[in-house]
């Protein structure tokens, strides 16, 4: 994932709202973070670090130092470096997109064929996705028709953010909505942020969300829409279950909200169905699923309590560590038991989603070693059936990293993915069948996940403008 953060307003500089606008998108991502301004003086500048070990602010405070402007973006990357500088028949100007681009290597091609220019070459000769798009803009005469063009040719998502050689904001939001892009205002200006909550501690206001495919010109004095939005839409529902911020609104729905509502159907179902067990403590596998297990907690009328703590101080996030061996290694230092809360309960865990199930098999293998009679699980989520292709979540080299897929193989061969409806569905023989493979492999006294029904009206906003295809495979 990522997230962008720009602003420009009536101010000698306003490159520390971009510093603390950014930091507040670290949750998103990982691995790389960069800035960029204007100044009417010194022009554009622009800084880049690798976060993969460090925290976007340790990283920039000298560059909150020493880079002013009246005008700038950030942001924070799970991809390639960025922001980048452009210099083109648009003149010069600074980009950062959020997304993916699944046919990358075929319009990269293409660009060559009949561009005579190139490209710089990564690890692999890997072309930076930023700098793809940056190309595909280039190609027309004005930002709003170069915009539309990279977002019709573009298979995948691309949100994006420009920083122009006069102060101005350029935003888009990607073609279908996946992701949000919302817009501040306060006395000093405007400002631009994939989450609401980054600006509203700058002292901003809720001014609007861009709706699917919408592009904006933002100056220091207002909005000007380029590009109208298109009526389809499709937000990414993991939003609101996993890598949303607790604080954030997307749609008018805000994320902590959501997830206890979300909990709450969940431990509606288990009471309607008669799956309700006997346990001593709710929980959520922390962070994101502790909210969920809030909402299950209270709706169930079981106690709710934090059996184990996340020890963050060091390791903000576990999969910061380049290898697999390391993250799992990381994410179980991290789990600290409150033994009294453990030893001889039945313990119901409630986590956002199940991937892959790695880290969660370690988790249950922490709570019986530290003395939990039971362990039962229960998915935020349905049962995530294909990987995504629009986003970096659930993503994977193969969609039999999935513990689903890879259940189901084991249970009825290649023939059992022709089923995924039938598997997905806990009232079928096959539901059934698939669930209590994974409790046998994991070690789970019972499994259920949240229908699809339940999400979505967890989530409140209408079921047509939801991205769902993780679940159904249906676009």
């Known amino acids: 994932m990522g997230g962008f953060f720009g602003a420009t307003g009536h101010v000698r500089n306003i490159i520390p709202n971009v510093f603390f606008g950014t930091d507040y998108h670290s949750h998103l991502g990982t691995r790389r973070a960069g800035m960029a301004a204007w100044d009417p003086e010194m022009g554009m500048q622009r800084e880049i670090h690798n976060i993969e070990n460090s925290l976007f602010r340790t990283r920039f405070e000298k560059t909150l130092d020493e880079m002013t402007g009246c005008a700038g973006i950030g942001c924070i990357s799970d991809a390639d470096p960025q922001p980048l500088l452009i210099r083109s028949n648009l003149g010069i100007y600074a980009i950062s997109t959020i997304g993916i681009i699944n046919n990358a290597d075929q319009l990269i091609s293409q660009y060559l064929s009949f561009s005579g220019g190139h490209f710089e070459a990564m690890r692999r000769g890997h072309v930076n996705t930023t700098e793809l798009v940056a190309a595909m803009i280039d190609q027309k005469s004005s930002f709003t028709e170069g915009i539309r063009f990279a977002q019709k040719v573009i298979d995948g998502t ?49 001014e609007r969300e861009l709706g699917p495919g919408e592009i904006v010109e933002i100056s220091p004095d207002g909005i000007t829409t380029l590009a109208p939005p298109h009526e389809e839409m499709r937000i990414c529902s993991f939003l609101w279950t996993y890598y949303g911020y607790p604080t954030s609104c997307y749609e008018g729905v805000n994320v902590e909200e959501m997830r206890y509502r979300n909990g709450a159907i969940l431990a509606e179902h288990d009471m309607e169905e008669g799956m309700e067990v006997n346990i001593d403590y709710v929980g959520g596998v922390p962070d994101s699923g502790t909210p969920h297990a809030i909402g299950y907690a209270n709706r169930s009328g079981k106690h709710f309590a934090r059996a184990f703590i996340k020890y963050t101080p060091t390791w903000s996030r576990s999969f910061m560590p380049s290898t697999q061996t390391d993250r799992n290694r990381i994410a179980k230092m991290k789990q600290i038991p409150v033994k009294s809360l453990i030893e001889n309960k039945n313990l119901l865990f409630v986590d956002d989603s199940i991937v892959r199930g790695t880290q969660l098999r370690e988790t249950v293998e922490f709570l019986y070693d530290s003395g939990a009679t039971s362990v039962h699980m229960r998915s935020a989520c349905p049962p995530i059936m294909y990987g995504c292709k629009y986003l970096n979540f659930s993503r994977a080299t193969s969609d039999m990293e999935l513990i689903t897929r890879q259940v189901i193989v084991e249970l009825e061969g290649e023939e059992g993915l022709n089923h995924m409806d039938e598997y997905a569905d806990r009232t079928t023989e096959r539901g059934q069948r698939m669930r209590q493979a994974i409790c046998d492999r ?25 991205c769902t295809y993780c679940w159904n495979g249906k676009e």
């Open 442 to 466: 994991f070690h789970f006294a019972s499994l259920e996940f949240q229908s699809l029904e339940g999400l979505e009206d967890a989530i409140g906003i209408d079921k047509c403008k939801l």
């Open 158 to 206: 691309a949100s994006i953010l420009i920083l122009r050689d006069d102060g101005h904001l350029i935003a888009a939001r990607d073609r279908w909505g996946r992701l949000p892009v919302l817009i501040g205002k306060s006395e000093e200006g405007y400002c631009v942020s994939f989450e609401n909550f980054a600006y509203q501690k700058l002292g901003y206001e809720d």
